[in-house]
């Protein structure tokens, strides 16, 4: 992962490129110093090694780039023919891009174990038992993806799919579930296992989900943010990678969904397919367990008033959902409005994940909203859930 103090000087930097120097404001920096910021040219691995700024000059330097920004929209006018200006586009690519940043902050603060950190967080609803049935999703037409202001080139544009009708687990698999395939012997059964995954884990010694810890028979703890607490149950298994989440599911008797299955899910089948699987009401704390708040996954059925018109819960939310599907363009796909924040990364090497998690900002989650990462990748917030084919 980078240094904590590398992405907060590269939103700067990027809020700087797109919200001062592409709509035509001053520059307050320069080439050399873009290529110290720029994702693409250096790997997370090796950005400690770059002459980065200090904690105080980043954040300076992103105090003055936001004061410039001030200044520089109060004078632009309002219907300047700028093509990143439609719709509002640039203004959101740019929010959404920082609040991704900040979820990557809180899986870097995950990932540092030699010292306790103990967040604020805000306290999690505990319901009562909840049914872990599935729900039966009718085959047929759907809309997938999405032309509103803000999506991403990748979530464009939309276009039709033809689904055969399948069955979809009405909440994310439990720790609790998963936890009896860790001890059934899961991890040491090939059969359930994608060739390329049992070779990761046993290269690995990977035998259970990151951060959790056998502390005796049957009894379990997960590490949090530096501190270890009982491993709770009820809630969705996280911090593991797409194979993890393929050979539970082989395990199970079921797969992963594919992207165009879970957003059938979270949009109904409905002809004017809604931003949100409760419809188009903006998420609130009543809907889902967004904005890192929490700083840990809600129990599964914590959220009633979030749940599809067909009763799937916690879709957005919690833990991002892995899904089937490897990452691609749809038909009709154009970049926009730069190569590598999509294009690059299709092909067969990236998963497709859906939905959000606990540390995913509201501005930044949507049913069309596509997230993709290596099918080895442990330290993200990512969870899943499974579906089978209907008879």
């Known amino acids: ?41 250096h790997p997370r691995r090796t950005r400690s090694a770059l002459p980065i700024l200090s904690p105080e000059a980043a954040f300076a330097y992103a105090a003055r780039v936001r004061d410039a920004v001030r200044e520089h929209l109060e004078h632009l006018p309002e219907d300047a023919p700028l093509p990143l200006l439609q719709g509002g586009f ?36 505990r319901p009562g038992a909840v049914p872990l049935h599935e729900v039966f999703i009718p085959g047929g037409p759907s809309l997938q993806g999405s032309h509103a202001p803000w999506a991403y080139d990748n979530e464009r544009p939309p276009h039709p799919v ?27 059964d090939p059969r359930w296992w994608h ?28 590490r949090r943010f530096g ?26 008797g079921k797969r992963l969904p594919t992207e165009a299955e879970w957003e059938r899910a979270a949009t109904g089948g409905a002809s004017s397919p809604p931003a949100f699987p409760w419809g188009n009401a903006p998420a609130s704390p009543s809907h889902a367990n967004l904005g890192g708040e929490a700083w840990a996954p809600a129990p599964v059925g914590a959220f009633p008033e ?23 363009a749809y038909p009709g796909f154009q970049a926009h409005p730069y190569r590598e924040y999509s294009e690059v990364f299709f092909g067969p090497g990236h998963k497709v994940l859906r939905g959000g998690a606990w540390a995913s900002a509201p501005v930044a989650v949507r049913n ?14 990512a969870g899943f859930r499974c579906a089978r084919d209907a008879p």
Request: hydrophobic share 45%.
């Open 90 to 125: 640039v203004f959101g690519m740019v929010a959404q891009h920082e609040q991704q940043h900040a979820e990557t902050l809180a899986a870097t603060l995950q990932l540092m174990t030699t010292w306790e950190y103990r967040p604020a967080a805000r306290p999690l609803p």
């Open 1 to 41: 992962m980078s240094p904590l103090v590398w992405d907060v000087a590269h939103v700067a930097n990027y809020e700087e490129q797109w919200l001062l120097r592409a709509l035509g404001g001053p520059a307050l920096t320069d080439a050399a110093f873009d290529a110290v910021y720029d994702a693409f040219r």
């Open 368 to 381: 069309s909203f596509r997230n993709w990462d290596l099918p080895i990748r442990r330290q993200i917030f």
């Open 227 to 252: 501190f270890v607490e009982p491993l709770p149950r009820d809630e969705p298994v996280q911090h593991v990678c797409w194979y993890e989440a393929d050979a539970y599911a082989r395990w199970a």
């Open 306 to 328: 979030g749940k599809s018109a067909e009763g799937v819960w916690g879709l957005l939310g919690d833990v991002w959902e892995w899904t089937a599907s490897d990452f691609g």
């Open 195 to 222: 060739p390329e995954g049992w070779a990761f884990i046993q290269a690995e010694g990977i035998r259970h989900p990151l951060f959790w810890a056998r502390l005796g028979p049957h009894l379990w703890a997960r």
């Open 162 to 188: 033809h689904l055969a009708p399948f069955f979809l687990d009405a909440h994310p698999t439990t720790q609790g579930d998963y936890l009896v395939f860790v001890e059934s012997g899961g991890y040491e």
